[in-house]
């Protein structure tokens, strides 16, 4: 088990550009999550998927944001056209049930700043 | 709907003294309640969980919480702060069905003072 990890580590991009962060979940998880943490806050929920559906988009999530699970491994989260008020931690979590609870395990998280 | 708030932004406590971090939930259904630590450009780590069962948790590093239906609160406590304890620390909430999505609160930052 290597734990959930995230790439890049930091991103510093300029307004307007495009930016993608990728999220590994733990290989046997079938779910995979995406939240936003802001300075001084508590993550929000943005979006998460069952193997390569997404099944849920927060109102967070602007037409600006995608994101995709292709295979149902890996994840990719992008925006477009970035905007100061992205800057952020992105945190990725994955899970999977035996119980039928979904336990969260997060990863290190994408910090972005856009300048 | 589900949501958490935390009273007190920033705790601080001496090294040796009790730890008590609050906790109040708002659901309509039953909740699953977590508290989970963050370290300095970390994710996030859980140090326990309330799912169902018995109302006092314990936890990874001495930590333990009592979920008080009666109270909608799931204070965090340790006898004996450590100063590896000082960290930043979420509550969160989620339902019992569907995504599980967490809910968090705004955290509460410890600091323990040697």
């Known amino acids: 088990d290597t734990g959930v990890s995230q790439d890049p580590r930091h991103k510093i991009t300029k307004r307007g550009q495009n930016v993608t962060f990728r999220c590994d979940p733990i290989?046997?998880?079938?779910?995979l999550y995406w939240y936003r943490q802001t300075l001084g806050q508590g993550p929000e929920f943005l979006t998460y998927?069952?193997?390569?559906?997404?099944?849920?988009k927060s109102r967070l999530l602007s037409d600006r944001f995608s994101a995709e699970r292709p295979k149902g491994s890996f994840s990719t989260l992008e925006i477009q056209r970035t905007e100061q008020g992205d800057s952020a931690m992105y945190l990725c979590?994955?899970?999977?049930?035996?119980?039928?609870?979904?336990?969260?395990?997060f990863g290190p998280g994408t910090r972005l700043t856009v300048t | 709907a589900q949501s958490v708030t935390q009273l007190g932004s920033h705790v601080s406590v001496s090294e040796g003294a009790l730890v008590l971090l609050r906790c109040n939930y708002s659901?309509?259904?039953?909740?699953?309640l977590f508290w989970y630590v963050q370290y300095p450009n970390q994710g996030l780590q859980l140090l326990l969980k309330?799912?169902?069962?018995?109302?006092l948790v314990k936890g990874i590093n001495g930590f333990e919480a009592e979920f008080k239906k009666s109270e909608t609160s799931f204070h965090l406590t340790k006898p004996s702060a450590h100063m590896s304890d000082a960290a930043e620390y979420f509550c969160?909430?989620?339902?019992?069905?569907?995504?599980?999505?967490?809910?968090f609160g705004t955290g509460t930052r410890l600091t323990v003072i040697p």
């Open positions: 979590a994955s899970s999977f049930s035996r119980t039928g609870f979904y336990e969260q395990y």
């Open positions: 290989s046997e998880h079938n779910r």
């Open positions: 998927f069952q193997n390569e559906a997404q099944l849920e």
């Open positions: 659901s309509s259904v039953p909740p699953y």
């Open positions: 309330y799912t169902t069962g018995a109302t």
């Open positions: 969160a909430v989620s339902d019992q069905t569907g995504a599980n999505n967490l809910f």
